[in-house]
């Protein structure tokens, strides 16, 4: 099985180093035919590996593929673990993977005709593209598959660097440029506290490896650290890595880079959002529920601050009007509510919703992209409008996306969300009712903007050009098929899971559990305890609360953005304008852009200047350089006056030096 493992790993990079080193020798064609053959290759060993985890009871894998360095005791190794929790996102990344590169065909295609005539970040663009997504495979399989902290580093970083790369791709926006620079400093935040809390563990620890440190992990509970006045050593591990998880998963208030990642084409945004980067965090606490298990003040930290970035970033996207920026912020709130699970102690809901949301999130994506090329590349929802019958398959597939966003009862959003609802309910630490409020409330704004955005887009009057009007048509089957493919798992893998995954303790069961939960921490046993089948659960949903307000949002967006819409089309603007200060803020996202403009990039900017005039100019310059060349200048401006030419004064000269040294030596 070794080389199974290092072939899902290992084919992407392939088709990375082919496409990336030798695109402009074999061309478009052969450039994505390799990346998608080397995804496709990781994908069906996944889905492989995936129904032998099922069907086969295949043995857990964690093994050293390769030593690089020991030292003082600790090894830094590259090796794989394997397990339940691995395969799921194995499976869910490479698949999500392999339909954004098919989409990428349809969506790049005429990529190179939109540089600037000359620039040479345009030549063999369409090929470096295909390079640089499947990297991003590469590097999240590797975060995914690792069986040791230094590993999961490499992982955390690559997907960073990757990221970078694709936001700003097109390198010739000045946004784009501003975009990845933002998304690198603030992940950098994240990551300073993520390496601590790795050099923690190593330190404390002294092994890098998954098992050893989870099995001394317990031995270890009960350890203070002499850090503000004494905190718990469990307690300082688990913030530090979550702080790298509110890097990566985009948690408030390191969440300001995601929306702008919008910058990059299309597809790398669904890849983002959907399966890599943002869910890298998600996983990662998920990997460590040995560890946080054993701070409850860990698990409040992180179970409030996924509630507060699930209701209040959802919020946002209420007021948003480009097409991609709704369904980023979408994302924000949802990752919130996965946080949220996770701070609950309900890891299998979490990765759940991880898993289900990777599906709809990255179709509702890949619609507002066919949607994108279809307008020629307008993204505003206000100059759109009745879509459906232009382009049906986008539009249906956009429905069933949407449905499953706002968890209809039956789609796949339904069970995970439902199930991380009732967990936070259930929950007894710090910070749960806050928590719980806040993600019921949430189910409403999640349906008024889903449906704000569907009803702008697909129904009412067309409000596109006339140009516009005359050549919208649906897009090319390269572009409709990963759709169609991303639509069956976003209506039915919810059904098909839920019982495995939260019922049937697949995380938790078998000699390996890739998941921990404490007793007295299991907020989802009240599901297992009534469980009576997938149908009596909708039917619970059915006369839930959550149901009534998801409905609420939906007919709400539709009589407000269907109906009065179309007779007043500035009801839009006027709601806006009704909201006042609330509108305002909501606009200025609550104002964390502008902070850290004036705060952090200003003040960065005010300290490097003050720096340069007092170090460098009056220090260095002044006092070190130029002040020494001007004491030796005065020092010879004085002596110059000694040499007069007249012998005399040479001759009193010489008599006064004997003089003194003659009183010198007689003294001495």
């Known amino acids: 099985m070794e080389n199974v493992y290092l072939t899902i790993v290992l084919a992407p990079l392939l088709g990375a180093i082919v496409a990336g080193f030798l695109g402009g020798k074999i061309g478009r064609r052969a450039s994505h035919s390799v990346t998608i053959a080397g995804v496709g290759i990781s994908t069906g ?73 000359g620039a040479l970040t345009g030549k063999n663009s369409y090929q470096r593209f295909f390079s640089y997504i499947s990297l991003f495979t590469f590097s999240m399989l590797m975060l995914v598959m690792s069986n040791n902290f230094m590993q999961l580093f490499f992982g955390w970083e690559a997907v960073g660097l990757v990221s970078y790369l694709l936001i700003g791709f097109w390198s010739t926006r000045e946004s784009a440029i501003f975009a990845n620079m933002k998304a690198f400093l603030v992940n950098r935040v994240g990551d300073f506290g993520f390496i601590l809390g790795i050099a923690a563990v190593g330190m404390y620890f002294n092994s ?77 606490v998920a990997r460590m529920s040995p560890l946080y298990e054993l701070s409850e003040a860990a698990l409040s930290f992180v179970l409030i601050i996924g509630a507060t970035t699930a209701f209040f970033m959802g919020l946002i996207g209420l007021v948003q009007n480009d097409i991609k920026r709704v369904v980023a912020y979408s994302t924000l709130s949802q990752l919130g509510y996965m946080v949220t699970a996770l701070g609950a102690s309900a890891y299998a809901a979490g990765i759940f919703h991880l898993m289900t949301h990777a599906f709809f999130k990255a179709l509702l994506f890949l619609a507002a992209g066919s949607v994108i090329i279809a307008l020629h590349h307008k993204q505003d929802i206000r100059d759109m409008g009745g879509l459906r019958k232009y382009m049906p398959i986008t539009w249906v597939t956009a429905l069933l996306g949407s ?136 039917q619970h949903g059915l006369a839930a609360l959550p149901f009534f307000l998801a409905m609420t949002g939906l007919v709400l967006a539709a009589v407000i953005w269907w109906g009065v819409f179309a007779l007043k089309p500035r009801i839009d603007e006027q709601l806006q304008a009704w909201g006042g200060p609330v509108t305002r803020i909501l606009q200025d996202k609550y104002g964390f852009d502008d902070f850290n403009q004036r705060v952090f990039a200003g003040g960065s900017r005010n300290l490097g200047r003050a720096l340069w005039m007092t170090g460098d100019r009056a220090v260095i310059d002044g006092a070190i350089i130029n002040g020494s060349a001007q004491w030796v200048a005065r020092m010879a401006q004085s002596a110059r006056h000694l040499q007069t030419g007249f012998l005399y004064h040479y001759a009193i000269a010489m008599i006064i030096g004997l003089v003194g040294l003659l009183t010198l030596f007689v003294t001495l």
């Open 45 to 117: 060993l996944s889905l492989w590996v995936l129904s032998r985890f099922i069907w086969h009871d295949q043995p857990v894998f964690n093994d050293t593929v390769y030593t690089w360095m020991v030292s003082d005791g600790i090894r830094f190794e590259v090796g794989f673990l394997v397990d339940k929790l691995t395969v799921l996102m194995m499976a869910t990344v490479s698949f999500v993977s392999l339909m954004v590169h098919i989409y990428t065909i349809g969506y790049m295609a005429d990529d190179e005709h939109n540089w600037p005539h």
């Open 208 to 284: 890098m490896d998954y098992a050893e440190v989870f099995a001394r992990a317990p031995e270890l509970a009960d350890t203070q650290v002499a850090l503000f006045g004494g905190v718990s050593l469990m307690t300082l591990i688990c913030v530090l890595l979550f702080i790298g998880a509110m890097g990566k998963s985009a948690q408030v208030p390191l969440h300001v880079w995601l929306p702008d990642s919008m910058e990059g084409p299309t597809p790398i945004s669904a890849l983002i959002h959907a399966a890599t980067m943002v869910t890298a965090g998600v996983f990662m």
């Open 403 to 538: 449905l499953a966003l706002i968890g209809f009862p039956g789609f796949s959003g339904f069970f995970s969300k439902d199930a991380i609802i009732e967990a936070v309910g259930a929950s007894q630490l710090f910070g749960a009712g806050y928590a719980s409020i806040l993600l019921t409330v949430g189910v409403l704004i999640t349906a008024l903007y889903s449906f704000r955005m569907y009803f702008l887009v697909f129904h009412g009057k067309e409000r596109m050009d006339e140009h516009t009007k005359h050549h919208v048509h649906e897009t090319p089957w390269v572009v409709t098929i990963p759709l169609i493919l991303l639509a069956i798992p976003s209506v039915f893998i919810g059904w098909y899971t839920v019982e495995p995954l939260l019922v049937n303790d697949w995380f938790t069961t078998g000699d390996w559990s890739p998941i921990v939960v404490a007793h007295e921490h299991d907020t989802l046993h009240h599901l297992r305890e009534h469980w009576h089948g997938q149908a009596a659960f909708v």
